[in-house]
């Protein structure tokens, strides 16, 4: 078995940690469908309100490519479209009804994925409306059907706080978890790597001998873009395609029982969360629902994904197609205490040492408190230090300011994972991540173009 | 809401959009924010910062000069009261040391700030905390007679030529504080060089007592005819190991104690703030240096290329430099390799100018600020090395 270490990264102290227990929710009485949440994807309705739909009928198609659609994870009646400034479609929201029929698709035994041809594997993941869970590096948009990857890697686990475990949500599935590998072999001609951390002998006593390749190290070295970039051989492994864990249940669901899945294990966590664990629930559950009344406190940030690449959802929106994981933190609207720039931070989680908290082991708590003004550049080298792929995200900054595309990709800017670390770090709260992410997605838009 | 917050925020309405004081919100910002953090949650991802900002940083490099401030005071007092004849008790000292000392750093503090404030406001943005910094540093580097006004015009000089004219913290590309005090040195020799300048006389005199040479070891050095003995001289000199360690002997105001350049640049080192590239870079070229110039020298050559690598070291203001100039993050290289050569050429350029440019007795300021001319073209070169070692990702 392979494994990658990496000095890079940076684990961060914070405290909310979900525990490994699982609970089933009811069915919710609402689901919804966020299109602004998919990247890239341009989407065009399929549907208006007041129409009935089952579990898997297509609500919106891609623009870009109109057999890649994305379908209907309930079955009842579509109550809302709701639009967001320049029509963006925000939310598509279903009543459920209480029989919710479900679509019809083919089905695949499992003998039978040596033998199907690719071609028709890949209609009928497409058809199920799942291709895009596979995604692709580096722009991480999912792959065009028509190509052969050079790899897949499945990530088992996310380092990111605070994400579901691995052996939670793969308790009593691994047989189809190993029939969604089959798949995965199928579609790269076999070169399927399953990733899981090192430290973690819960997971690899479970998946016993199917694990290819270990990581250790600090956050981000989960991340499939880190891995190849420390693995890589060729340039060509730069496009290699990548599946969450738990979305290969969802492809391994369609295939083997013909049906759109829609079950979603998600993590609850964070220090303003009463209950820390994990929740199986529906894909598109409003995030109320699975919060119920597990809340501490009123002025809470609801963070849809991790604590740095995580989005701000509210009370009232529904769980992403691809998030895992809600976060409940303080939002940090509060100054901060009477001169705690001279106080020495034994509770104040830094990368830098100059807080105690640099002595504390603890996790300790934080908010979304940015702690400081904006400033300009003073070249304290932390966010080169945290990078995961060797970038130097102040230089790399610098040139997509100035326009140069060129010089931003050599200092390579489509090596960046997105990790959000080099913004977490930075003492003169400059937007790094938020700047290359950008630019990296506008490079991808007009080569597509 | 306690009284001070209070305050702040009844303050508050005027700087803000509309009120009366509009225009000068970055200096209610920079003092409100000295007592709370702002109050500012993040709007994009990443969801949470770390507790680190640029405030906290430059304070602490402050906090790492209030002992050279605190010695200052002291050792100015001393050698004031010593050459004027007067008691040398350390109450006397402390007091006399206090009012030459506080004075200009209340002059320097005031102008520094003077300038910050009206390139913040007629730039929109926040001051920057650098200037709490180099506002720190340029009054140690001087020496304590130093003119008012002069120390007014070269802190103004630091500022504006310096810093604000390539655009702010951050964008430039010299040391501000030593921008004005190289200034100063070429603009008034006659106030910041000669054994006279760097002790501050009172009582109404205006010669030393006969008893009190007023020599740096660094003159000492540079104007010694005995051949082959320089430790000796300096030792005759009054200027023994120790003594050069301590730093209570005339010179600047701050950069005599190499003992306490050398605690604060250890405390920079554990909180992570100055590069240890640089720092043992400066030490690693200056003490290498110092020993060439020592295998070269013959019986008959200049003495001070006889002088021990220590004693260099020791010496002046290298370590106080070294410590907290060539570290400044911003004028001083970016890149790991580029740090080393960095620290390592003002090393070396600190003791060949000490050394064979007897007009300029300390080199250590000149040569940071020569090298501050040259990091960005080593990290140009790193640069281009690092980037061709990159596998292209297309
Ligand atoms: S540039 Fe920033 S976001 Fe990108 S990989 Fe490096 S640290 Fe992460
Ligand atoms: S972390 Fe911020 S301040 Fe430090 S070098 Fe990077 S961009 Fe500059």
Redesign the interface.
């Known amino acids: 078995m392979k494994s990658i270490r990496i000095k890079s990264g940076f684990n961060i102290k914070v405290s909310g940690q979900p525990a490994p227990e699982v609970q089933s929710l009811q069915k919710p009485t609402r689901l919804a469908l966020l299109p602004e949440r998919i990247p890239f994807v341009k989407p065009r309705l399929k549907v208006k309100a007041g129409d009935t739909v089952q579990v898997g009928s297509p609500l919106i198609e891609d623009k870009r490519n109109s057999e890649i659609q994305f379908l209907s994870p309930g079955g009842g009646k579509v109550v809302d479209v709701i639009f967001g400034p320049r029509r963006v479609i925000r939310e598509i929201v279903i009543q459920l009804d209480d029989e919710e029929k479900q679509v019809e698709f083919e089905s695949l035994p499992e003998i039978d994925i040596k033998k199907i041809d690719r071609d028709q594997l890949i209609r009928l993941i497409v058809n199920g409306g799942l291709w895009p869970l596979i995604r692709e590096l580096p722009f991480r948009d999912y792959p065009s059907p028509d190509t052969v990857p050079p790899a897949i890697y499945v990530s088992l686990g996310n380092l990111e706080p605070f994400q579901p475990l691995p052996e939670v949500y793969l308790a009593g599935s691994t047989e189809l978890f190993e029939y969604g590998l089959k798949v995965l072999g199928k579609l790269s001609a076999d070169r399927v790597q399953v990733c899981a951390s090192r430290t973690n002998t819960a997971i690899q006593r479970q998946l016993n001998g199917i694990i290819t390749l270990t990581y250790s190290g600090n956050y981000p070295v989960h991340d499939p873009g880190v891995l190849v970039y420390h693995m890589k051989t060729s340039t060509e492994e730069n496009r290699s395609w990548y599946v969450d864990g738990q979305n290969v249940l969802l492809l391994a669901h369609l295939l083997k029982n013909g049906t759109y899945p829609t079950r979603r294990t998600v993590a609850l966590a964070g220090s303003c969360a009463r209950v820390k664990k994990h929740f199986h629930t529906r894909l598109g559950a409003p995030l109320a629902h699975i919060t119920d009344d597990r809340i501490d406190d009123s002025d809470i940030r609801y963070i849809e994904g991790g604590l740095l690449t995580g989005y701000a959802g509210s009370a009232h929106t529904y769980l992403g197609l691809f998030e895992t994981a809600l976060s409940l933190i303080p939002e940090g609207h509060e100054k901060g205490e009477l001169l705690g720039l001279f106080r020495p931070g034994y509770r104040k989680p830094s990368y830098s040492r100059v807080f105690l908290s640099a002595l504390n082991r603890e996790n300790l708590e934080m908010t979304c408190s940015v702690h400081g003004g904006d400033r300009a550049c003073i070249a304290c080298g932390y966010c080169a230090q945290v990078c995961p792929v060797d970038i130097l995200p102040q230089f790399t900054y610098k040139a997509v300011l100035a326009g140069e595309v060129e010089e931003s990709l050599e200092h390579g800017l489509l090596d960046c994972v997105e990790c959000g670390l080099c913004s977490y770090v930075c003492p003169s709260k400059i937007e790094l991540f938020e700047t290359l992410k950008n630019a990296k997605a506008d490079f991808y838009k007009e080569k597509m173009a | 809401m306690?009284i001070?917050?209070k305050f702040f925020e009844s303050g508050r309405k005027h700087f803000v959009e509309g009120g009366r004081f509009a225009k000068l919100y970055p200096l209610y910002?920079s003092i409100e924010?000295?007592?709370?953090?702002?109050?500012?949650?993040?709007r994009?991802?990443?969801?949470?910062?770390?507790?680190?900002?640029?405030?906290?940083?430059m304070?602490?490099v402050i906090v790492a000069l209030l002992p050279h401030y605190a010695f200052g005071i002291y050792n100015v007092g001393y050698q004031s009261h010593l050459a004027s004849g007067l008691s040398t008790g350390f109450f006397p000292a402390i007091f006399t040391g206090l009012k030459v000392v506080l004075l200009l750093v209340v002059v320097t503090y005031t102008v520094g700030f003077f300038w910050e404030l009206l390139f913040a406001v007629v730039r929109k943005?926040?001051i920057?905390?650098?200037l709490f910094v180099s506002c720190a540093l340029f009054p140690l580097t001087l020496p304590p007679t130093i003119p008012l006004w002069q120390a007014a015009l070269g802190i103004s000089f630091g500022i504006v030529i310096g810093k604000e004219i390539f655009?702010?913290?951050?964008?430039n590309f010299l040391n501000p504080a030593l921008t004005g005090r190289a200034f100063l040195y070429f603009a008034y020799p006659a106030q910041l060089s000669g054994d006279a300048v760097w002790t501050h006389l009172c009582g109404g005199r205006t010669a030393a007592v006969d008893a009190f040479t007023g020599a740096t070891p660094l003159s000492v050095a540079t104007v010694t005819e005995r051949l082959a003995d320089i430790q000796g001289v300096l030792t005759d000199a009054g200027y023994s190991a120790a003594k050069l360690m301590l730093g209570d002997y005339p010179g600047s105001i701050g950069g005599t104690s190499t003992l306490l350049a050398l605690v604060g640049a250890a405390f920079l080192l554990?909180?992570?703030?100055a590069?240890y590239r640089i720092i043992f870079g400066c030490i690693l070229g200056l003490l290498a240096t110092a020993f060439f110039l020592n295998l070269v020298a013959t019986d008959n050559s200049m003495p001070y290329l006889s002088l021990n690598p220590f004693y260099h070291l020791m010496m002046g203001g290298a370590m106080f430099g070294f410590a907290y100039m060539a570290t400044d993050?911003?004028s001083?290289a970016?890149m790991p390799v580029a740090k080393w050569i960095f620290g390592f050429s003002i090393g070396v350029l600190t003791v060949l100018i000490r050394v064979f440019n007897p007009a300029y007795p300390e080199g250590v300021g000149l040569a940071i600020i020569f090298m501050n001319l040259f990091a960005p073209l080593l990290d140009q070169i790193e640069?281009k090395f690092?980037?061709k070692k990159?596998?292209?990702?297309?």
Do not use: Q, W, Y
């Open positions: 306690n001070i917050e910002e924010s000295v007592f709370f953090a702002p109050a500012r949650a993040t994009t991802a990443p969801n949470v910062r770390d507790n680190l900002d640029v405030k906290r940083f304070m602490l943005h926040e920057s905390e650098g655009g702010g913290t951050g964008r554990i909180l992570g703030i590069s993050p911003v001083a970016h640069l690092r980037l990159r596998v292209p990702n297309v």
